[in-house]
T-cell receptor, first 113, second 113 residues
Framework: AAGVIQSPRHLIKEKRETATLKCYPI?????VYWYQQGPGQDPQFLIS???????DKGSIPDRFSAQQFSDYHSELNMSSLELGDSALYFC????????????FGNGTRLTVT | QQPVQSPQAVILREGEDAVINCSSS?????VHWYRQKHGEAPVFLMI?????EQKGHEKISASFNEKKQQSSLYLTASQLSYSGTYFC??????????????FGKGTHLIIQP
C-alpha cells in the first residue's frame, strides 16, 4: 500500500539559511499535518491542511510557512534557520471520513549547524 | 492542552504485561495510540472515540473512560517487538482543532528477553 513520502530524508543547513521539506500524502487522503519532533521529545503539531486549505495552526514559528498544492503534496518552508530548529519533521496524512488515524511519513531529519 | 501519560518508562521481561495511561483535563473527541521506534515514524495502533469503548487486536487493547477523560493501553504477554515509545494523542474535535492531534510526552517501553 502507498505510504506518505517525505523528501529529503536528511538535510544539513547552516544558521540563517532556508530549507524546504516536501510531503506526498497517501492518495485520496484529504488532510495533511506537519509535526516537529526534537530529540527525546513528543511530536509537536505545526500546521494542517484540509483539501488544500490551511485548516489549523499550532506552534509554527513565523519563520516557517507551509502550503498544499493542487496535486495535494505539501511543502514546509523554513527561513532564517536557527540551531533549535534541528529536529525530525514528520508529515502525516489522513482521510477525515470516520475514524481517521494519522499515517506518518518517515520524516526529514534537519540538522542546523 | 497536552495529555498526561504514565508511567514515563517501563522495563519488562518478555511475556509480562503492561498498562500505559493517558489522561486529559479537556473533554475529548478521540484518543489515538501510536508506537514509535527510535528514529522511525510513529505507527498507528488504535483509535477510540468518545462514547467509552474498548478496542483491541491480538495482545494489544485499549479503553477510553469518557467520564474521566482517561484512556489506557494494555499490552499482554509482551514481545520483544513491543519495545519503543508509546504516545497517546488526543483530539477535542474531529481533526484536532488548533492543537491538531496533541501527543503526550510518551512512555518508553523496554522489553528484555
Amino acid at each position: 500500500a502507498a505510504g506518505v513520502i517525505q523528501s529529503p530524508r536528511h538535510l544539513i543547513k547552516e544558521k540563517r539559511e532556508t530549507a524546504t521539506l516536501k510531503c506526498y500524502p497517501i492518495p485520496r487522503h484529504d488532510t495533511v499535518y506537519w509535526y516537529q519532533q526534537g530529540p527525546g521529545q513528543d511530536p509537536q503539531f505545526l500546521i494542517s491542511f484540509y483539501e488544500k486549505m490551511q485548516s489549523d495552526k499550532g506552534s509554527i514559528p513565523d519563520r516557517f510557512s507551509a502550503q498544499q498544492f493542487s496535486d495535494y503534496h505539501s511543502e514546509l518552508n523554513m527561513s532564517s534557520l536557527e540551531l533549535g530548529d534541528s529536529a525530525l519533521y514528520f508529515c502525516a496524512s489522513s482521510d477525515t471520513g470516520g475514524d481517521s488515524p494519522l499515517h506518518f511519513g518517515n520524516g526529514t531529519r534537519l540538522t542546523v549547524t | 492542552q497536552q495529555p498526561v501519560q504514565s508511567p514515563q518508562a517501563v522495563i519488562l521481561r518478555e511475556g509480562e504485561d503492561a498498562v500505559i495511561n493517558c489522561s486529559s483535563s479537556k473533554a475529548l473527541y478521540s484518543v489515538h495510540w501510536y508506537r514509535q521506534k527510535h528514529g522511525e515514524a510513529p505507527v498507528f495502533l488504535m483509535i477510540l472515540l468518545k462514547g467509552g469503548e474498548q478496542k483491541g487486536h491480538e495482545k494489544i487493547s485499549a479503553s477510553f473512560n469518557e467520564k474521566k477523560q482517561q484512556s489506557s493501553l494494555y499490552l499482554t504477554a509482551s514481545q520483544l517487538s513491543y519495545s519503543g515509545t508509546y504516545f497517546c494523542g488526543t483530539e477535542i474535535r474531529p481533526g484536532g482543532g488548533a492543537d491538531g492531534l496533541t501527543f503526550g510526552k510518551g512512555t518508553h517501553l523496554i522489553i528484555q528477553p
